[in-house]
Nanobody, 123 residues
């Protein structure tokens, strides 16, 4: 089993900043992609940002230049630094981690989601 623990959401005024964290734990052999998604009321879940094991990043057009995704491989943790927040960034943010669990002899792929953390940006 792989568990994800998210933290860092909250209420902030427009123009402010928040930093989300997501720590993965369990019988992890390797982690490939780590990412953040968000879902606003009445809308579909969408990709916000993702980062590969090699450090390649991908961002939604709506957050480019404002959000930065990073990861600490030693801690199995992914971060999302969100600056210049806008009311339209209000959503529940979910962490997603993909990799393999087990050992070098027996590995099983996993694709795990966090419980979600609320981000609310007031105007």
């Amino acid at each position: 089993q792989v568990q994800l623990v998210e933290s860092g959401g909250g209420l902030v005024q427009a123009g402010g900043s928040l930093r989300l964290s997501c720590a993965a734990s369990g019988s992890i052999f390797s982690i490939n992609a780590m990412g953040w998604y968000r879902q606003a009321p009445g809308k579909q879940r969408e990709l916000v940002a993702a980062i590969t094991s090699g450090g390649t990043t991908n961002y939604a057009d709506s957050v480019k230049g404002r959000f930065t995704i990073s990861r600490d491989n030693a801690k199995n943790t992914v971060y999302l630094q969100m600056n210049t927040l806008k009311p339209e960034d209000t959503a529940v943010y979910y962490c997603n981690v993909r990799g393999a669990r087990g050992t070098s002899v027996v590995r099983v792929p996993f694709d795990t989601w966090g419980q979600g953390t609320q981000v609310t940006v007031s105007s």
